[in-house]
């Protein structure tokens, strides 16, 4: 029987991962303390705390340094560290000041790299920190999914990439499940999957983007994640992993049987 080998939630959308023993999916479909903050483009054409499209603020998918930072917030403090290797470029709380601090350290480490996309681009600045650090709003589907994929897929993607070690990091899901055929998720789409006490819809095949072309370790664009997704599997747009819907929630621990309804 398939089972959670891996959990994960993103406090800030784009950036790095934390890695949970257990995660809370709140009633509709979303992960408690997940994508709850955005650092945001000064012109995105939308209100602050609206959804929008994440190529409006500084991302993984247009700032693939990202990937050497790392990342943690304390829901109950409502704080929120940013270390780049062994130094702490920002360790503050979500009032005004605290926002300031957080939106100027990373507005100098995103200037710092070769790519980026505030660079010949002046009214994306002053970048803000949008979110309350407790709404999951701002996903990449504006209803917010949960999303998962078995390490089973994983192995095949690394065979085509011929990379045996392939990271499951490039593509930030939630859920990484073992004991499942490799793909069979993308079978499950319109179907139930009961994951732990957790039931839900299997509502979409993942689209990626080029947030899995920057390896999770060096923040250097290193594989041509979506041209191979579809040349060696034959796909017609880049897919791996699902997202789901759950009207009820509860949590997910590590070990939780994966039961197809």
Not at 173 to 185: L, M, R, T
Request: hydrophobic share 40%.
């Amino acid at each position: 029987m398939p089972k959670v080998v891996a959990l994960y939630r993103y406090p800030v959308k784009g950036f790095t991962p934390e890695r949970c023993e257990r995660i809370t999916v709140l009633p509709g479909g979303r992960v408690a303390g997940d994508r709850v903050l955005n650092f945001r483009f000064n012109d995105a054409p939308v209100a602050d705390t609206a959804w929008c499209r994440k190529y409006h603020g500084v991302v993984l998918a247009n700032t693939p340094g990202l990937a050497r930072l790392n990342v943690t917030f304390d829901d109950q403090k409502q704080r929120l560290r940013i270390a780049f290797e062994n130094h702490v470029l920002a360790d503050d709380t979500l009032d005004e000041a605290g926002r300031q601090r957080l939106v100027d350290a990373i507005t100098g480490y995103v200037m710092s790299l070769d790519e980026n996309p505030l660079k010949g681009q002046p009214t994306r600045l002053p970048l803000k920190l949008v979110g309350d650090g407790a709404m999951p709003r701002y996903q990449d589907n504006v209803d917010g999914m949960v999303t998962l994929h078995s390490r089973e897929s994983l192995a095949s993607a690394g065979v085509a990439l011929g990379d045996a070690n392939l990271d499951e990091a490039r593509f930030r899901h939630n859920i990484v499940i073992e004991g499942a055929a490799a793909w069979a998720e993308q079978s499950w789409v319109g179907g139930k999957l009961r994951v732990g006490d957790v039931e839900f819809d299997v509502a979409k095949p993942e689209v990626r983007c080029l947030a899995t072309h920057a390896n999770p370790r060096t923040g250097e664009r290193d594989l041509q994640v979506m041209q191979m997704l579809m040349q060696a599997f034959e796909q017609a747009q880049p897919t791996f992993g699902v997202g789901m819907l759950s009207k009820a929630g509860g949590e997910i621990r590590l070990g939780d049987a994966v039961i197809l309804a």
